[in-house]
């Protein structure tokens, strides 16, 4: 099957892409900040923000597993500043999300319904200014967020 144009003046470039950016940068404010579900079209599954709470596990000596548990450095390398010991020691300060009750949040692509050959192969990366939106949504306190688990 072949595409054939039918119009008498084609749609300029930069105009395409700019739709298509306005486009892609309000689907992101909706997954945002309206918990929004994205179908995508043509069987190629959903697309959403889900929250979900780290299953922490404890070692058999007894300590606590942090392979869950994300590194704050910001807190780490104010911590070595003020005392040797810790830096001497390498502690480090991890994140606990206490702004969101524990709860780690992630963009996530729901593949189980997709057509795609191989769909395991790919996988969906959000922009930086899209995580960073994200991030700094769920630490606002004025807005009131609640994602699907």
Not at 16 to 22: L, R, Y
Not at 29 to 57: A, C, D, S
Not at 82 to 95: D, G, I, S
Request: net charge positive.
């Amino acid at each position: 099957m072949y595409y054939k144009d039918t119009s008498d003046t084609p749609i300029d470039y930069n105009i395409f892409t700019s739709i298509c950016k306005d486009f892609y940068k309000e689907l992101a404010k909706m997954l945002i900040f309206n918990t929004f579900e994205f179908r995508m079209p043509y069987r190629l599954g959903r697309l959403r923000i889900r929250k979900y709470k780290p299953k922490l596990k404890i070692n058999p000596d007894g300590s606590l597993d942090k392979s869950k548990l994300f590194v704050d450095f910001g807190s780490t390398n104010k911590l070595w500043l003020e005392n040797e010991e810790a830096k001497k020691n390498k502690k480090l300060v991890y994140h606990l999300n206490d702004h969101s009750n524990g709860y780690q949040h992630r963009w996530f692509w729901e593949k189980r319904t997709t057509n795609i050959p191989n769909h395991s192969a790919y996988c969906f990366l959000p922009s930086r200014l899209n995580k960073r939106t994200l991030a700094k949504a769920l630490k606002d306190e004025d807005t009131d967020i609640d994602f699907f688990e």
